[in-house]
């Protein structure tokens, strides 16, 4: 359970980890279904990314920017992969205080294919490898959800700069706020969790639930994108010409693979190939299903036609919305998230960009971002027993705790403000620096002429 969970420790001090309820010492296990299933997902959500994100984005924009958007997501894939092992893993999975982890594993320095890293389960764990690699997905694909918002207007030079300050300065702090723990290992006692829950992360100690990056990815990226927009400005007849998408056909296969990838996401981030993760993949699939039922309904009845369009972005919407709580939630919560996700987020990407007049080009914000607030916000209503969710363990008491609608609430709206607020703070910052150091956007005469010509000398389809 990835809410709960971290790396990081050696196998050295697995090994001498004692539970509470036994005097012997226990060797933590390591299953090769769960190894294996994790680097399978790995390689799922680099599907998400290259190419599932890019021709989803990629689709949607018109003819002479298309190649613009699959070179931008390529090349912040490459850089955040590299960025990660040099210092990104160990600021967001290390010990440190409770916004920033230390360099003590920069560059992955001591670990070896002996090294693990701790699971959900007690005497429970996996190569640090495994999980390096896993969560280096998932720092690479949220700084590409974000170029959605100002697609088609800005330099290559400033997305790689806005994004390599991004990256270090909201998504590891906000990764190590919500994910960082000492391993359910050390949870034997309550004086002891005590002492391993005040050494956690800062929304991690407020007791927010994360299971896959609803706050850490989706809200994070989506309001990133929304201060982008702003600040870049509209495209060129933006609200006077119709910029269509150019393929719709290859949103499709986009969105397709996204679908897919997002069971590596979700289900991946259980760790572990048992029970558990049967659960997190249904709701994966069912709260897409309906979210696209939901958004196709919604603009069948306010614009007299569904759109494929309009299906695909459901799909994501509901994938985004089920994706904080994916491992609390019951299967019909999974449904009622999703049902709502789609009606939602159609409302964000027409009445509300309407009515703001902000070009969020291709509703970076509108989905992902409204989606993830409203599914971080979601997991204290669907995690609720008595709706049919699992619960909150207690991994003193081994068993699941009493569950507190009120107080879970309280936390998951700490999770939601503090992420809006670090990201927006961040992404002013970095998008200033940028503006000054290279400048934002291109000039009218690129824009117009495409920055498949003008940014990178090539065009996407040679006709």
Known sequence: ????????????????????????????????????????????????????????????????????????????????????????????????????????????????????????????????????????????????????????????????????????????????????????????????????????????????????????VHINAGIAGLIGSLLIGKRLGYGREFLAPHSVTMTMIGASMLWIGWFGFNVGSNLQANGLATLVFINTLLAAAAATLSWMAAEWLMRGKPSMLGATSGAIAGLVAITPGCGWSGPMGAISLGLVSGGVCFWAVTMLKTKCQYDDSLDAFGVHGVGGILGALGTAVVANPALGGTGVWDYVANATAEYNFSAQFISQFWGVSVTVIWSAVVAYMAYKIADVIVGLRVSEEDEREGLDTTAHGETAYNI
């Open 1 to 216: 359970m990835k809410a709960f969970l971290r790396s990081f420790t050696s196998l050295s001090l697995l090994s001498t980890s004692v539970l509470s309820f036994a005097d012997e010492v226990v060797v933590p296990t390591v299953n090769k279904g769960d190894t294996a299933w994790v680097m399978i997902s790995t390689i799922l959500v680099i599907l998400m990314i290259i190419p599932g994100l890019a021709l989803f984005y990629g689709g949607m924009v018109r003819t002479k920017n298309m190649l613009s958007i699959l070179m931008q997501v390529f090349v912040i894939f490459s850089m955040i992969a590299i960025l990660w092992v040099a210092y990104g893993y160990s600021v967001a999975f290390t010990e440190g205080n409770a916004f920033f982890g230390g360099f003590s594993k920069a560059f992955l320095k001591g670990m070896t294919p002996d090294s693990l890293a701790a699971t959900s389960s007690k005497g429970v764990a996996i190569p640090e490898y495994a999980y390096v690699a896993f969560q280096l997905t998932f720092a690479a694909i949220t700084p590409a959800i974000i170029i959605g918002s100002f697609a088609e207007r800005i330099k290559f030079s400033a997305v790689l700069l806005f994004t390599a300050i991004w990256f270090t300065f909201s998504y590891l702090p906000l990764a190590h706020m919500v994910w960082y723990w000492t391993g359910p290992d050390a949870y034997t006692d309550t004086s002891s969790a005590e002492t391993a829950t005040a050494t956690a992360g800062f929304l991690f100690q407020k007791g927010a639930l994360d299971f896959a990056g609803g706050s850490v």
